[in-house]
T-cell receptor, first 110, second 115 residues
Framework: QKEVEQNSGPLSVPEGAIASLNCTYS??????FFWYRQYSGKSPELIMS????GDKEDGRFTAQLNKASQYVSLLIRDSQPSDSATYLC??????????FGDGTTLTVKP | GAVVSQHPSRVICKSGTSVKIECRSL??????MFWYRQFPKKSLMLMAT?????????EQGVEKDKFLINHASLTLSTLTVTSAHPEDSSFYIC???????????FGPGTRLTVL
């Protein structure tokens, strides 16, 4: 079992729809959770961080964390073609390295 | 805020030469920096964790003598690819951990091509 698992994708949604990206992790000691967006040929860009159970909203993005289920998700509302990218889930225990999932590629079709 | 720079952004070199890549945190102090490598359409692969003032911790399978890492200050880490070969051609990305926010901030990456 991988330490951080994401939907294998690719995920395709129409413009204006909600895109839902999921991630599960195996280390119960994990304390920090991140979502990054990576455009082709570019480095990852942090879009959301979440540390406690519940929802965290930032504009069109909502991160949801459930530590009991070891699950973290990212919702993108009103998806735009510019949201088309690979989304990486990352988890760390604060003191150590971040562990990344393999990423889910999202395509938003106009 | 939380800007990380990398230099150079792109380098082409001949087989057998060494290449140094710099990673700088511009507006925060980074006690820990990470070096990743990414091949086309593949996921990020952590190469090593670099702590200021101490030796880097390398991931399994990463050759310490080939990928030299130095973290001399709280804002600068360098990765030197020694005696580069075509199979070392890749996208090298650093990230710097901001102790205040716990966020890892990525540099823009360095695309290395070894001929």
């Amino acid at each position: 079992q991988k330490e951080v698992e994401q939907n294998s994708g690719p995920l395709s949604v129409p413009e204006g729809a909600i895109a839902s990206l999921n991630c599960t992790y195996s280390d119960r000691g994990s304390q920090s959770f991140f979502w990054y967006r990576q455009y082709s040929g570019k480095s990852p860009e942090l879009i959301m961080s979440i540390y406690s159970n519940g929802d965290k909203e930032d504009g069109r993005f909502t991160a949801q964390l459930n530590k009991a289920s070891q699950y973290v998700s990212l919702l993108i509302r009103d998806s735009q073609p510019s949201d088309s990218a690979t989304y990486l889930c990352a988890v760390n225990t604060n003191a150590g390295k971040s562990t990344f999932g393999d990423g889910t590629t999202l395509t938003v079709k106009p | 805020g939380a800007v990380v720079s990398q230099h150079p952004s792109r380098v082409i070199c001949k087989s057998g030469t060494s290449v140094k890549i710099e990673c700088r945190s511009l507006d925060f102090q980074a006690t820990t920096m990470f070096w990743y490598r990414q091949f086309p359409k593949k996921s990020l692969m952590l190469m090593a964790t670099s702590n200021e003032g101490s030796k880097a911790t390398y991931e399994q399978g990463v050759e310490k003598d080939k990928f030299l890492i130095n973290h001399a200050s709280l804002t600068l880490s360098t990765l030197t690819v020694t005696s580069a070969h075509p199979e070392d051609s890749s996208f090298y990305i650093c990230s710097a951990r901001d102790g205040a926010t716990r966020n890892d901030n990525f540099g823009p990456g360095t695309r290395l091509t070894v001929l």
